[in-house]
């Protein structure tokens, strides 16, 4: 099968939008489709390509360091980030399938989130019911780490707060309270301790200084080097919606 397509192979491919609203040539990068050009709609279809064409060549290095980062987003944990059923989310660091089954309750096994049938009357409930999974097993598993490491580290946090800190993981606060993000359920146990080391830390030393270093580096000497890794998974890990 041969197949025919208009577009130039050496040219950057691109979602043409003739938009009525838009009254000059602009480009932008959706975290779907990619590169769009979005042209005045009053611009016929032949003239607008040639335009946005020109356009893009004239911008070529600032497209393809756009789509890079775009596909480094995407590849960062091999997902899609969608909390729909057939969507790819990061659990526990690596890319599980949200599919529907024969369960009674939401289970992960073999690469797979399973979720009953029940849940998946709508996409709204899907997402409803996944979130709630995400921010129990995210309680469920920094209990256990605490439980690991605040008789270590000789703290005692006072409460628990699982939130959906969008600038921050976690956070401790003077009265003992740790908050950290559901999200940090779907990154590598690796950084999700790294995170609930670093916040225990806080209870005895404010502040990143010297005391607060070394609290942290005789509990976990590679610390720096896990929330490194955390904030280059970032991105993938903040679009799952
Ligand atoms: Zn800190």
């Known amino acids: 099968m041969v197949r025919v397509s208009d577009q130039d192979p050496t040219q950057i491919p691109y979602t043409l939008v003739r938009s009525p609203r838009a009254r000059r040539l602009s480009l932008h990068i959706d975290p779907e ?24 060549a004239e911008r070529a290095r600032w497209v393809e360091r756009s789509l890079a980062e775009l596909r480094e987003r995407r590849s960062a ?3 899609d980030g969608r909390l729909v059923l057939g969507g790819l989310i990061p659990y526990a660091g690596r890319a599980h399938r949200i599919r ?7 289970s992960v096994a073999g690469g797979e989130i399973i979720v009953p049938e029940k849940m998946t009357g709508s996409e709204t409930l899907l997402r409803t019911r996944m979130t ?8 469920s598993v920094a209990e256990q780490m605490i439980a690991v490491y605040a008789p270590e580290m000789r703290v005692q946090p006072t ?7 969008s600038s921050r993981w976690g956070s401790a606060s003077a009265d003992g309270t740790i908050s950290l993000s559901w999200r940090l359920v779907m990154a590598p146990p690796s950084c999700f301790e790294a995170v609930i080391v670093h916040e225990l830390a806080h209870l005895r030393a404010r502040g990143h200084g ?17 929330m490194r ?13």
């Open 159 to 165: 409460r628990l707060r699982i939130a959906d800190q």
């Open 77 to 79: 944990l091999g997902t």
């Open 100 to 106: 529907a089954g024969a369960v009674a309750v939401i």
């Open 132 to 139: 709630t999974w995400l921010r129990r097993r995210a309680r």
């Open 210 to 226: 010297v005391r607060f270093r070394q609290i942290v580096e005789r509990h976990l000497p590679d610390e720096s080097t896990r």
């Open 33 to 56: 489709r990619g590169l769009e050009a979005v042209v005045p709609a009053r611009i016929g279809e032949a003239r607008a390509r040639r335009e946005v064409e020109a356009f893009i």
């Open 229 to 241: 890794e955390l904030q280059r998974l970032t991105p993938a890990l903040a679009a799952v919606r």
